[in-house]
């Protein structure tokens, strides 16, 4: 059971926009600390996404964008690929735990 | 280019012991936190435990799932950072990422390794 809740899928058509939702509580996102999203292809080790909320690592598409909003955050994708399809991790801090907390995953499919 | 070389993985019987090794190039490795980051076969990603730079005190962290039973540390002057994993268990069979942070402290993972498998089985 993970701290930091995702749907564990979405499928989207090419073309069209999704967002993956991350969903925490008090003690991690809600106390104010940076979200970060990771992508994972099969077989392959988890790349980063977005970090601190909003930003983009140079060389990620600007179709990648980040939020975040009370115990919440979202990963939006526009003009989905056949090649966004993979895992997407979000991944925060939690201070009752005191560690580094991951989403359980959502497994991103283009129709 | 940011490359992270993990070693030290394999078969090791429930109660055993493993030191997995990190071999860190491309980037001036005592300026930075590092994590260790575990992914079990067909699972999530689980925060293992991390150390930050030794200017800023060399703090480790540990997930409550191993504390007591793993230790990281770093040799900033061989450029590795290791895991020592002691009273080895089933359940800690996966493969372990070494991880370099983004910044001093323990925080966004900003490089990955390819992984090293641990297989706990008797």
């Known amino acids: 059971q993970s701290v930091l809740t995702q749907p564990p899928s979405v499928s989207v058509a090419p073309g069209q926009r999704v967002t993956i939702s991350c969903t925490g509580g008090s003690s991690n996102i809600g106390a104010g600390y940076n979200v970060h999203w990771y992508q994972q292809f099969p077989g392959t080790a988890p790349k980063l996404l977005i970090f601190?909320?909003?930003n983009r690592p140079s060389g990620v598409p600007a179709r990648f964008s980040g939020s975040k909003s009370g115990t919440s955050a979202s990963l939006a994708i526009t003009g989905l690929q056949a090649e966004d399809e993979a895992d997407y991790y979000c991944?925060?801090?939690?201070?009752?735990?005191?560690?580094?907390?991951f989403g359980g995953g959502t497994k991103l499919t283009v129709l | 280019e940011v490359r992270l070389l993990e070693s030290g993985g394999g078969l090791v019987q429930p109660g055993g012991s493993l030191r997995l090794s990190c071999s860190a190039s491309?980037?001036?490795?005592?300026?930075?936190?590092m994590s260790w980051v575990r992914q079990a076969p067909g699972k999530g990603l689980e925060w293992v435990a991390g150390?930050?730079?030794?200017?800023?005190?060399?703090?480790?962290y540990t997930a409550g799932s191993v504390m007591g039973r793993f230790a990281v540390s770093r040799d900033d002057s061989k450029n590795t950072l290791y895991l020592q994993m002691n009273s080895l268990r089933v359940e800690d069979t996966a493969l372990y990422y070494c991880?370099?942070?983004?910044?001093?402290?323990?925080?966004?993972?900003?490089?990955w390794g390819q992984g090293t498998l641990v297989t706990v089985s008797s």
């Open positions: 150390i930050s730079v030794s200017g800023s005190g060399g703090g480790t």
């Open positions: 491309g980037f001036i490795f005592s300026g930075y936190a």
């Open positions: 991880v370099k942070e983004k910044y001093v402290a323990v925080s966004v993972c900003d490089s």
């Open positions: 601190d909320n909003t």
């Open positions: 991944q925060s801090y939690d201070s009752s735990l005191s560690v580094v907390v």
